[in-house]
């Protein structure tokens, strides 16, 4: 079982430099999202969509864009690196089978350094 | 608004300890409450849930209740093990979205 899966595991950017992302799930997950974990700051939602097509800001959003062509695939796109957006980056995919119980589940993370 | 907060660390202890991380939540409307762990070098992997008052996850020996008249989801367990060694996320999921705490991060030594 594939689950969640993210690549690149690592990345090094230049400043300036553009860069996408990539999260594929095949669980047929409508919910999927963005993290970034920062030291003493846990995961900070960047965006999530809620379906194909679908697509909304979370608590970070500046700096990056998204898109949801198809259910499996939510592609992260940091338009301009900076290195502030140096960080560890997760996505998560779950089922929306009503609001209260949803298991979500991560990727194993791309650790993102900008210099 | 929503927010999840969650005892600070690093949390170090013995083998066969008892083993509590504080966790309080606040929500606008009424959330589904979980537990998540993180090995090193792995994404974050649920380790349980509970979704309404007074409910109880448990998973590998852990625990959390979840309290309404507190808000609150500590985890606890009797008995750590080398093994549990990682960082503790708690959160809680309500309008879409999750909200997670900063992390535990605990330590077993033998």
């Known amino acids: 079982n594939a689950g969640v899966t993210q690549t690149p595991k690592f990345q090094v950017l230049k400043t300036g430099q553009s860069m996408t992302l990539q999260c594929a799930q095949d669980?047929?997950?409508?919910?999927m999202s963005w993290y970034r974990q920062d030291p003493g700051m846990g995961l900070r939602l960047i965006h999530y969509?809620?379906?194909?097509?679908?697509?909304d800001q979370g608590e970070v959003p500046n700096g990056y864009n998204v898109s949801r062509s198809t259910t499996e695939d939510f592609p992260l796109r940091l338009l301009s690196a900076a290195p502030s957006q140096t960080s560890v980056y997760f996505c998560?995919?779950?089922?929306?089978?009503?609001?209260?119980?949803?298991?979500?589940?991560f990727g194993q993370g791309t650790r993102l350094t900008v210099v | 608004g929503n927010s999840v907060t969650q005892m600070e660390g690093p949390v170090t202890l013995s083998e066969e300890a008892f083993l509590t991380i504080n966790c309080t939540y606040t929500?606008?409307?009424?959330?589904?409450l979980f537990w998540y762990v993180q090995y090193p070098g792995e994404g974050l992997q649920l380790l349980l849930k509970?979704?309404?008052?007074?409910d109880k996850g448990s998973n590998k020996g852990f625990e959390a209740t979840y309290r309404k008249e507190t808000t609150s989801f500590h985890l606890e367990k009797g008995s750590v093990q080398v093994s549990d060694s990682a960082v503790y996320f708690c959160?809680?999921?309500?309008?879409?979205?999750?909200?997670f705490g900063t992390g535990t991060s605990l330590t077993v030594i033998p």
């Open positions: 998560a995919s779950s089922i929306r089978s009503g609001p209260r119980s949803p298991e979500a589940f």
């Open positions: 669980m047929n997950h409508e919910y």
């Open positions: 969509s809620v379906g194909a097509g679908i697509t």
């Open positions: 929500a606008t409307g009424y959330p589904s």
């Open positions: 509970a979704t309404k008052a007074d």
């Open positions: 959160a809680s999921y309500t309008g879409n979205q999750f909200y």
